[in-house]
């Protein structure tokens, strides 16, 4: 038993250095180099840049009070449809100490006056005093209650911020100055407010914006800026709204550059074709994919198989199996896949690609 089981492992180990020999040596067999056989054919050919942006609206504003006081009623929300002249929200006023003294001060005055007169018209009605000075006095008393509903009106907008005889042209009512969306209501009630003024920019009740007019602004690089102009079509695509292509023309160019990330850039603007069935919503990042040259019908081979030297450019043209020549070309525009071939070969002639390794049978 033990003689054969010698045999089975001197055999097995005889079938371990063959098989270990085996796969060596077809490792180590040379590989056989074949290429791929490419066409020359005709193809338009277009050399594009992809601008990262973002989707606005063309007009934007904010909406802020023409009173200081706290936010007491608020009608709308964001993503509310509003018409030009319609209430947003209502201010509740706070008034100025000193002025609204000075208004009461102005009232009480005002109806002493009135108080005066009634004196005067006792007197003339015992005939204490002459007509002509009772006329001078009637002609006061027209002045006093002029005075006097002028400090009732001017108490009112102190203390409450409109008047009685003005109340539909409120300024406590915050009122939208275009018709649009609305985008944002940072404001609650309770907040306090401050009016717009030369030293305050104010404080933003809402912000509404006409979402059927949008543009589209990214930043082009110095490189790219010089082959496009005003007029420019693009094509614009929204990684939210996937599956959809909108059409948009270049309509602005800043005729400065900035900095961004340590290269030059150019800010543009391009009005958007919206689409009636898509939806789009204030600050969607999108891709602007702007033509910067083309050339139409033109002879062309995949760029994989120009070979460089320095200066020179050329192909292998394929002249049998396995056999190449090396032919200069003269090529013109790229766009990274195709490039364009102005001299130096004719269609459908075949020349050498990438490589392609097969093992030798």
């Known amino acids: ?10 055999a097995a180990v005889i079938l371990v250095f063959a098989g270990t020999f085996f796969f060596l040596w077809k490792k180590s067999r040379p590989q056989e180099i074949r290429y791929e056989e490419l066409s020359a054919e005709i193809a338009d ?13 063309r007009d934007e504003v904010n909406i802020k009070p023409q009173i200081s ?19 947003i929200a209502k201010v509740k006023v706070i008034p100025e100490m000193g002025s609204l003294s000075s208004a009461q001060s102005r009232l009480r005055i ?17 005939q204490l005093v002459s007509a002509e000075e009772y006329d001078q006095v009637r002609q006061a008393l027209d002045q006093a209650k002029e ?4 400090a009732e009106e001017s108490l009112e907008v102190v203390r409450d911020g409109v008047s009685k005889r003005n109340a539909t042209a409120s300024s406590t009512l915050i009122r939208s100055t275009i018709t649009g969306l609305i985008l944002d209501v940072p404001v609650k009630v309770g907040n306090s407010v401050i009016q717009s003024n030369t030293f305050n920019d104010g404080t933003t009740i809402a912000t509404v914006a006409d979402m059927s ?30 599956g959809v292509e909108m059409d948009a023309v270049l ?20 009005m958007v074709s919206q689409l009636d069935s898509v939806k789009i919503r204030s600050g969607y990042s999108a891709n602007a994919e702007i033509t910067l040259e083309h050339v139409d019908s033109v002879l062309a081979v995949p760029e994989a198989a120009i070979s460089f030297e320095k200066d020179s450019t050329f192909v292998y043209l394929v002249e049998g199996e396995g056999q190449y020549k090396r032919q200069p070309v003269t090529t013109g525009l790229s766009d990274g896949v195709k490039i364009e071939i102005k001299s130096g070969l004719s269609k459908d002639q075949k020349v050498r690609g990438n490589q392609i390794f097969t093992d030798k049978k």
């Open 110 to 126: 005002a109806e002493l006056n009135l108080t005066n007169f009634d004196r005067e018209k006792a007197l003339y009605d015992k």
């Open 147 to 150: 005075e006097k509903e002028a």
């Open 69 to 87: 006081g706290i936010i007491s009623e608020i009608y709308k929300e964001a993503g509310d449809q509003v018409k030009e002249g319609e209430v």
């Open 213 to 242: 007019d949008l543009i589209f602004k990214g930043n082009l690089d110095e490189t790219e800026v010089g082959k496009v102009d005003v007029g420019t079509k693009m094509k614009i695509t929204i990684g939210a709204v996937q």
């Open 251 to 270: 309509e602005y160019i800043s005729p400065k550059a900035v900095q961004n990330n340590g290269a030059n850039q150019f800010e543009i603007k391009a």
């Open 1 to 10: 038993m033990k003689k054969y089981f010698k045999y089975i492992l001197f």
């Open 45 to 57: 050919i277009k050399k594009t840049t992809l601008i990262t942006g973002t989707i606005e609206p």
